[in-house]
């Protein structure tokens, strides 16, 4: 069995990859910390206003050689990356275990997850059809799609590998090159990443990674003529920042923010099998991701059964360390997190709620929180209206499904969804009426690689994943063309 202490002796060294070559002797701008025990991993190097520069240039020609080689050459590439993910998951996913407390069989799953992913856009990248448009005798009028230029993209520590591989393999699949920016909280997971590619023929300069101070590489990377598109994954006002650079340049963004997901429980369902359920999906990676369900609405007579089954579920999750076999959760991933969840509970029980299980932290060393439920949650209390991310759910009862719908919409996010019904007239109400990008019906899975992710409202602008995928990464152009001057 893997240790922490053993798993920490083949944490990989922190670099930029410039160019097709890795770059560490910089300045460091960051410590990576192990949540479990507070222990210092690595430092990240700080990309310099020069490494920033060379990596443009890096991108701009990598741009010209990787749009230029024949989509069958790409698709093999990415296919390649995607084997040696799979080739070293164990490795990549032990790397994540340390740097995000995520339990070492759930960071590995992210891992093979990725595969999925980057195979899926090998495969859109061969289809990026045009289309012909009928035309008078002589002149001949169609349609290309062309990849749109470099991209800049900017990943979260919460899925160092998953969010990394939605916006890098769209993006290579379409024929751009790409700078990515990725979380000085979990580097280690980015380099492994950065290296499948390397290893498996890409071009130099067709990947960069950068790490440094977000607001000056996100302002030099956007504001260069270079950089054609702008991807981000993270919190709202960040999304909403980054946009405005983009705005000021006029160029194109996709962004997935964050979210808030209510859970709606009808009456007409075994809410106790509900409630079980739930306990599992809440404190995956410990409620730490943008789709995690939060905001539990039960309709009437189902809230006692469905508030005691989660309950008891969730007070018997198991705590511990990523390695340890039989840890169910692992810690929060960094202090400001332990912080910021702490004060929710604490703020929301002072207000009224009820708290059911949880609410404290374990012991002193690491950053393990409790996962936690709270019953009869008041409307106006803070956790309700911002995300906790983190390993808490919050219950409240409502009347009936219009009510449940009212107060789901009521948020200016909107990113995933969950209902539980056997009823169809009900399934169908909820599917046209709760405003969100992505909804679960019966179950609290995600959608996979040949589905469509993002949100609506300030939960984000466009879509990854699907056959959507490669839409934002690319053009279209009409071209117009007579066969003679005459």
Avoid at 148 to 170: C, D, E, M, Q
Wanted: aromatic residues 6%; charged residues 20%; proline residues 6%.
């Amino acid at each position: 069995m893997i240790t922490n202490e053993r798993a920490k002796a083949n944490y990989p060294r922190i670099g930029l990859f410039i160019d097709g070559r890795w770059e560490y002797e910089r300045p460091a701008c960051a410590e990576v910390l192990n949540p479990s025990d507070d222990q210092v991993l690595a430092t990240v190097p700080k990309a310099t206003t020069e490494d920033i520069s060379a990596a443009l240039e890096s991108s701009r020609r990598g741009f010209a050689v990787w749009r230029d080689l024949a989509p069958e050459a790409r698709s093999r590439i990415l296919l390649r990356a995607a084997n040696l993910l799979r080739e070293r998951a164990d490795r990549i996913g032990t790397i994540i275990s340390l740097e995000l407390g995520k339990p070492f069989a759930d960071a590995r799953a992210e891992v093979e997850r990725t595969c999925g992913l980057l195979e899926w856009d090998a495969g859109e990248g061969m289809r990026l059809y045009g289309r012909i448009i009928p035309s008078a005798p002589g002149s001949q009028n169609f349609v290309l799609r062309q990849p749109i230029g470099p991209v800049a993209a900017f990943t979260p520590w919460n899925a160092p590998v998953g969010s990394p591989t939605r916006k890098v393999s769209g993006a290579l699949a379409a024929g751009c090159s790409v700078i990515l920016k990725a979380a000085e909280e979990t580097p280690g997971a980015a380099c492994e990443f950065v290296q499948c590619f390397a290893d498996a023929g890409l071009p130099a300069g067709v990947l960069n990674l950068v790490f440094g101070n977000p607001s000056e590489i996100s302002r030099q990377l956007i504001d260069s003529p270079t950089i054609r598109m702008v991807t981000f994954t993270g919190s709202i006002p960040i999304g909403k920042h980054l946009t405005q650079l983009a705005a000021a340049q006029m160029k194109p963004v996709l962004m997935e923010l964050g979210g808030h997901a209510p859970v709606i429980v009808c009456e007409d369902v075994d809410a106790s099998a509900v409630g079980r359920l739930a306990a599992a999906a809440k404190v995956r990676m410990a409620g730490q991701i943008c789709i995690s369900p939060t905001r539990f609405l039960v309709v009437g007579k189902a809230y006692e059964a469905f508030v005691a089954a989660l309950g008891e579920s969730v007070s018997g999750i198991r705590v511990g360390d990523a390695f340890a076999a039989d840890t169910q959760m692992g810690p929060v991933a960094n202090a400001r997190r332990l912080t910021a969840v702490t004060q929710l509970v604490d703020d929301a029980v002072s207000d009224g709620a009820r708290l059911v299980t949880g609410g404290k932290r374990i012991g002193t060393k690491g950053c393990f929180y409790a996962p936690t439920v709270l019953a009869d949650v008041p409307l106006e209390v803070r956790a309700m209206k911002e995300e906790p991310f983190g390993p808490l759910a919050l219950c409240t009862r409502v009347r009936d499904l219009d009510e449940a719908l009212q107060i789901a919409n009521s948020l200016s996010v909107g990113l995933a969804g969950y209902a539980f019904t056997n009823s169809l007239a009900n399934a169908e109400k909820i599917a046209r009426l709760l405003e969100c990008g992505t909804l679960s019906i019966n179950h609290f899975g995600g959608p996979a690689a040949n589905m469509p992710f993002g949100g609506v409202k300030e939960s984000g602008i466009g879509r990854e994943g699907g056959l959507e995928s490669l839409d934002s990464y690319t053009i279209t152009r009409n071209v117009s063309q007579k066969a003679s001057l005459s």
